[in-house]
């Protein structure tokens, strides 16, 4: 069965950076893309970017271009998502999100998640 | 950047009620509008994409409708189960954006 599972919470200082990874098995990451959610505290869902399973192709929201890296390791079917330079209110639950190939007729969606990881920014 | 636009915020119902979530988009999205079921502590669930299309093991007292701006879930007989928040989604184009989220809560 599909099951995406992310690393374990984190604590970091402002000014610091966090890694998160998703493994992703039962199916294979190459033919599907990877899209990074997050869930600050009592807040709604943020989409961050997404990348491609294919060819690590990526597209990053606005709001976090030159802070975010998403990346992929194939040959251990693992997605990445990096963030810089942390800022409090970058507490959040983050979530990787398995997205289909496009297809014009449904458009993308988000049909399998990982688990999430509670990611803490406090001095 | 697209908005959405859920209403309302909150909602209390009893189990066994027809309850109807509608999401309002800032500019056309034509079809490409998914819903989520969000549970404290838990993942997204993937309810419904391109506006009516219900996903796999997904009851069918879920449906959705609509097209362009305006698009509703529904869900025709409340179950215990189903009390949650709930997410409309954009992704006509980037960044995909969701709205603010529906609280279906008991009454």
């Known amino acids: 069965q599909v099951q995406l599972v992310q690393s374990g919470a984190e604590v970091k200082k402002p000014g610091a950076s966090v890694k998160v990874s998703c493994k992703a098995s039962?199916?294979?990451?190459?033919?599907?893309?990877i899209n990074w959610v997050r869930q600050a505290p009592g807040q709604g869902l943020e989409w961050m970017g997404w990348?491609?399973?294919?060819?690590?192709?990526?597209n990053y929201a606005q709001k976090f271009q030159g802070r975010v890296t998403m990346t992929t390791d194939t040959s251990t079917s693992t997605a990445y998502m990096e963030l810089r330079s942390l800022r409090s209110d970058d507490t959040a639950v983050y979530y990787c999100?398995?997205?289909?190939?496009?297809?014009?007729?449904?458009?993308?969606?988000?049909?399998?998640w990982g688990q999430g990881t509670l990611v803490t920014v406090s001095s | 950047d697209i908005q959405m636009t859920q209403s309302p915020s909150s909602l209390s119902a009893s189990v066994g009620d027809r309850v109807t979530i509608t999401c309002r988009a800032s500019q056309s999205i034509s079809g490409y509008l998914n819903w989520y079921q969000k549970k404290p502590g838990k993942a997204p669930k993937l309810l419904i994409f391109a506006a009516s299309s219900l996903q796999g093991g997904v009851p069918s007292r879920f449906s959705g409708s609509g097209s362009g701006t305006d698009f509703t879930l529904t869900i025709s007989s409340l179950q215990p189960e189903d009390f949650a928040t709930y997410y409309c989604q954009q992704s006509t184009s980037t960044p995909y954006t969701f709205g603010q989220g529906t609280k279906l809560e008991i009454k």
């Open positions: 999100a398995r997205e289909p190939p496009n297809d014009f007729l449904t458009g993308s969606y988000f049909d399998y």
């Open positions: 039962g199916y294979t990451l190459t033919s599907y893309g």
């Open positions: 990348i491609s399973g294919y060819n690590g192709n990526t």
